[in-house]
């Protein structure tokens, strides 16, 4: 049973809109979460973060949200520039009794940022 | 320059052989991790090592295993490949000091098993 869901495997956003990645969890355990964006042929690169005692984090046009009741998370790009077109995972861990993390990463979702 | 390596770039493979997939970080990260990525399904973890000298299952770990014999290296061995196993090998290494459990990760290993 996948832990970590992101049921939209593709969306196209028009440049200079606004993009809107979505993911679900079902652990309530998972207390921190993590965006990877992921090019053809590269490793994942982390983009950015956001633990379970916040319900926002902002870093430059990345913001991301959670809600914890609703066990969602989303990731919104503002503007959105072609080069984002990238593959988005996201992941989510609990912390373990020895402060590491396990993450669970979801399918991702293919953003198309179109000129 | 700092990083993550992976070798082979990509690999085609019989069936039954066996086969290493090395990594290497120079970034003295404690812990490092094997996922591999495939269609569909998203990275999912096969081994992890939080320390030089332990290691732990991840979700996928059967056809698998792994050595931490010191702090830069984490092989993967596939010790009776199997088509099933035809997939995008990722490494990866964090030492949670900026972003608890930020993972950097390699290039990857494609490897296609007949």
């Known amino acids: 049973d996948q832990q970590v869901k992101q049921n939209s495997p593709s969306l196209s956003v028009q440049e200079g809109r606004i993009s809107i990645l979505n993911c679900d969890y079902t652990?309530?355990?998972?207390?921190?979460f993590l965006w990877y964006k992921k090019y053809p042929a590269e490793g994942p690169t982390f983009l950015i973060s956001?633990?379970?005692?916040?319900d926002k984090n902002e870093d430059g046009r990345f913001t991301v949200f959670l809600n914890k009741s609703a066990k969602h998370l989303s990731l919104h790009i503002v503007p959105s520039q072609p080069g984002d077109s990238a593959v988005y995972f996201c992941a989510a861990s609990p912390t373990l009794f020895s402060g590491t993390y396990k993450y669970i990463f979801g399918t991702g979702t293919r953003l198309k940022v179109l000129a | 320059i700092a990083g993550i390596t992976q070798a082979p770039t990509s690999q085609i493979l019989a069936a039954g052989r066996r086969m290493t997939l090395r990594c290497t970080q120079d970034m003295r990260h404690n812990a490092m991790y094997w996922y591999r990525q495939d269609l569909g399904l998203g990275l999912r973890l096969i081994h992890y090592?939080?320390?030089?000298?332990?290691?732990g299952k991840g979700e996928v770990p059967d056809g698998y295993s792994v050595s931490r014999a010191n702090t830069d290296d984490f092989p993967l061995t596939l010790a009776s490949a199997v088509p099933s196993q035809t997939s995008v090998y990722f490494c990866?290494?964090?030492?949670?000091?900026?972003?608890?459990?930020?993972?950097?990760f390699g290039p990857g290993t494609r490897l296609t098993v007949l």
């Open positions: 652990n309530s355990m998972f207390d921190y």
């Open positions: 090592s939080n320390t030089a000298g332990t290691t």
């Open positions: 990866a290494s964090s030492d949670g000091k900026r972003v608890a459990g930020e993972q950097f």
């Open positions: 956001i633990s379970s005692i916040k």
